[in-house]
């Protein structure tokens, strides 16, 4: 009877979460974005300094004058460049992280045009079906109706979990990827301060490199999952901070450019990897526990609802 009725309802109120899904992620994107624009702001501070530094090391100065009197000069010159190419890379990363939030936040805001009607549509459908209920059985009608949509909205917060825990597994995946080729480059300088020469040189810093390009993907989905957590709705507090990786990220940018032949270099940089991972796990293993909740809560509402049904 109320077929045709419930599949409209139930398409309307997937739309609705969808409308407040995207509400939540843009209210996470533009805090991200206002952080980014201050971080951006202050890193062409950083970079123009440095450019200037390389520039004045470049022209005849006191301050070049000095440096060449005392035979340094060559070597100032390679530590400015060195901190100049650092100052870049952390400007161009944070460029790129905030044109892609950009990019997201109009691609959320388009979406969410699609679904502006969806909430009154969900209103004329409920009290159209409320109607129904309450002329074939008025007694049962508004606790089946209360009982549906707890259940509705339990299997929504239940899906929002799931989204999350695999998010969440995706952004471990990425980080032990970078923890594998930062595990070979500690093998390959080991090997190289044993005088492996240059093929343990070359070998560690492939493995820095693929390090970099895998920790690039672990960032976006470390975002990814930071922004599915922002629709989840949780009965206690689950932080996620993601400053540590931040401070890795600026880290493994400093130690690129700055002495990657250091053995302590890459240690450090495994330990920090390997806390934002094990942070990553923590929050997991908190949303498993709160998905195993939601899914009793979810068989409990439908049997009593079928209950209901049956005695109606």
């Known amino acids: 009877m109320y077929s045709e009725l419930n599949k409209k309802l139930d398409e309307a109120q997937q739309k609705i979460y969808r409308l407040n899904k995207i509400d939540s992620i843009l209210k996470e994107l533009r805090n991200d974005e206002t952080e980014l624009n201050h971080k951006v702001y202050e890193l062409k501070k950083v970079l123009d300094k440095e450019n200037l530094d390389v520039e004045k090391l470049n022209k005849k100065n006191i301050v070049s004058i000095f440096y060449s009197v005392t035979g340094k000069l060559e070597e100032k010159k390679c530590e400015e ?26 691609k959320l805001i388009e979406e969410k045009e699609g679904y502006k009607d969806s909430i009154n549509e969900y209103n004329c459908l409920y009290l159209q079906k ?26 929504r917060n239940l899906k929002e979990l799931k989204e999350a825990i695999s998010a969440g597994i995706a952004a471990v995946n990425s980080l032990d990827a970078a923890l594998n080729s930062l595990s070979s480059a500690k093998g390959w300088g080991t090997w190289d ?120």
Do not use: C, P
């Not at 409320?130 to 299997?155: F, P, R, V, Y």
């Open 193 to 312: 301060l044993l005088g492996g020469g240059l093929i343990s040189d070359l070998a560690k810093h492939s493995h820095l490199d693929n390090a970099m390009n895998e920790v690039d993907l672990a960032h976006s989905k470390i975002r990814e999952f930071k922004s599915e957590l922002a629709d989840v709705k949780i009965n206690y507090d689950i932080k996620f901070e993601t400053d540590g990786f931040g401070k890795f990220a600026d880290f493994f940018f400093d130690g690129l450019i700055a002495d990657w032949y250091m053995q302590s270099k890459i240690n450090n940089s495994y330990e920090s990897v390997s806390n934002v991972k094990n942070h990553v796990n923590s929050v997991l293993y908190k949303l498993q526990q709160l998905k195993e909740q939601e899914t009793l809560n979810v068989e409990r509402l439908e049997n009593e609802l079928k209950s209901i049904i049956v005695k109606s």
């Open 130 to 155: 409320k109607e129904l209920l309450i002329n074939s059985d008025e007694g049962s009608a508004n606790k089946i109706l209360e009982i549906t949509h707890k259940t509705d909205d339990s299997k």
């Open 81 to 106: 460049q060195r901190e100049a190419l650092s100052a870049k890379l952390k400007y161009d990363q944070a460029n790129y992280d905030l044109e892609y939030i950009k990019t997201e936040i109009s």
